[in-house]
């Protein structure tokens, strides 16, 4: 079921997307939740670069994310309180497996459940294409990251190993 982004104050949804739990999401006062798209950059730039612990690579720059954005339409979402983007998540999959990239709230406004109901609309949104397992990286060194991931019932992987491959001359792509 696909919640639609709340632009009332105090709404409460309840949301039971596999019918094996439900959680409750409370959104704050005059929030605005809408789809991200490439119309943003600037603010969503802006933001990535003052969230602490999230990488700013090169694969972030304006074409990098519209080619993303293109490649993942409706997924990625972002929150506005007048007019200034407190929070965003971007969302994509590859058929099988849902990704999670920059799910980022200015420190402002956390423990609001600003991230929550973000992720709740990325997870939706992958719902609705039959996508039911999702990841996220986390830097080993962001702790606030990783204690709020296990906190709200996401898994350390400890049986694989991530490798990445860089065919690029560029060392931060």
């Known amino acids: 079921m696909r919640v639609p982004p709340p632009e009332n104050p105090r709404i409460t949804c309840t ?14 006062k005059g929030m605005k939740y809408q789809e991200f798209t490439i119309s943003e950059y600037h603010d969503f730039k802006e933001l990535l670069v003052t969230t602490e612990g999230v990488s700013n690579r090169s694969a972030d720059e304006c074409e990098g994310i519209r080619k993303y954005l293109e490649r993942n ?7 506005y309180e007048n007019e200034i983007m407190v929070g965003c998540a971007l ?18 406004y956390r423990k609001k459940g600003i991230a ?15 996508i039911k397992k999702t990841h996220i990286d986390v830097f080993k060194t962001n702790d606030l990251a990783n204690k709020y991931w296990e906190k709200n ?17 560029d060392e931060n792509i």
Do not use: K
């Open 116 to 130: 929550r109901a973000l992720v709740e609309m990325c997870l939706d949104a992958l719902a609705e294409v039959d």
């Open 73 to 79: 339409p409706g997924h990625s979402f972002a929150a």
């Open 91 to 108: 969302c994509g999959h590859d058929g099988r497996r849902g990704y999670l990239q920059h799910v980022m709230v200015r420190p402002e």
């Open 153 to 169: 019932g996401w898994h350390l992987r400890e049986d694989i190993n991530r490798y990445s491959l860089n065919r690029s001359a």
């Open 15 to 28: 949301i039971d997307p596999l019918g094996s739990h439900r959680l409750r999401l409370s959104f704050a």
